[in-house]
Every structure is written in C-alpha cells, then in structure tokens.
C-alpha cells in the first residue's frame, strides 16, 4: 500500500455544488491522494481517493476492507498504526511496516526482505 499526492490546479475548488471533491488543503495547496494497493506483481488491486489533508492510517481500514488475500501486507511508515496492523493480522495476514521513529510499540519481528 502506498499514497501519492496529486496536486490540484488553483481553480479546481471552490465551486458552488453539493457533492464531495475529495481536494484537501496541505502545506503545497490543494491536493488530492490517491491511495493504492497493489498484488506481488505491482497490477493495482484497489484504490481510494482522499483529500490532501488525509492521513494515510485513516484511509487505510477502507482500502485494507476492499480486498486482502495476502500473506504479508508491505506497506510505508505513514501507514504504521495499531489499528492497522491489527486489521491485517485479523484478515489473515502479515504485516510488514516499519515503525515511525516516535513509535511507542516496537515491531522487532518485521521482515526487512519482504
């Protein structure tokens, strides 16, 4: 799993309508993610669009409910969270997620070759 900022033109928000543009404000403007999970060939499984502002943990539980039929889900540091790993494990797999340098709870047993 992984997120990727897209920017988002100047005039692309702000306009008068009802429904959800998905365009977050963050520190380079307004910008969209996208968050994307791939299989052990990279070929695109699912995804979700989120605003700029948008942790990658909160969308993670979405994008991890979708589809998992993996043994190990390998992902990067912003998506190092309790609630994640927890999910993973409970979907039936591994995760393989570094910890943030201000993570409290320790993952020793991770697989540095995955």
């Not at 100047?10 to 969209?32: F, L, M, P, V, W």
């Not at 942790?55 to 589809?67: F, G, V, Y």
Request: some cysteine; hydrophobic content about 35%.
């Amino acid at each position: 799993m992984d997120g990727s900022y897209v920017r988002a033109h100047q005039y692309s928000a702000g306009a008068a309508i009802d429904s959800s543009e998905t365009i977050g404000k963050s520190r380079s403007g307004n910008t969209t993610k996208i968050h994307l999970s791939v299989d052990a060939c990279g070929f695109p499984v699912t995804f979700e669009i989120t605003g700029g502002d948008v942790n990658d943990c909160t969308a993670a539980p979405e994008l991890l409910a979708k589809k998992l039929e993996a043994e190990g889900v390998v992902a990067d540091k912003g998506y190092d969270s309790q609630a994640v790993c927890d999910q993973v494990v409970k979907q039936g797999g591994k995760p393989v997620i570094p910890g943030r340098k201000n993570s409290v709870v320790g993952n020793g047993d991770i697989d540095w070759y995955l």
